[in-house]
């Protein structure tokens, strides 16, 4: 997402009032349904603050949601890596050449399953705060 919000407001600026709100009421129910644990919010976290300065009160708990998930999901990483590693040493497969592609796996898959619906159940109360 590569928007300038200041130039999104000058623009709209030159609407007529009712038209504008309307606009930014639907820009900033995008942005806030564009939030994702995965993923920097950083830009549509700018765009909320611009356009709805006074719906910003979720954006900190938000930041700390997903500082959160991302901890949580680095720690099913690390677990994922360390199970796939054992799994191929009992084949005879080792050695520090040896990488797993965690992020493929169907155990890092079942690991993030295990926790992700909790958090993103948790993101869409704030997000409905935003909205």
Known sequence: MDLHF????KELGK??????RQLEKIMVRDLAEALD???DNGLVFQGIQILAPDKTGAIPKIKELAKEYQE??????????????????NLGISG?????KVAESSEYAAALKAF??????RLQVLKDQIR
Do not use: G, N
């Open 37 to 39: 644990l995965d993923r």
């Open 6 to 9: 200041r130039e999104v407001e």
């Open 96 to 100: 520090s050449a040896v990488v797993p």
């Open 116 to 121: 992700r619906s909790s958090y993103e159940a």
């Open 72 to 89: 949580q999901s680095a720690e099913a990483r690390r677990t994922t890596a360390e199970v796939l590693r054992a799994k191929w040493a």
């Open 15 to 20: 609407c007529p009032a009712e038209l504008r």
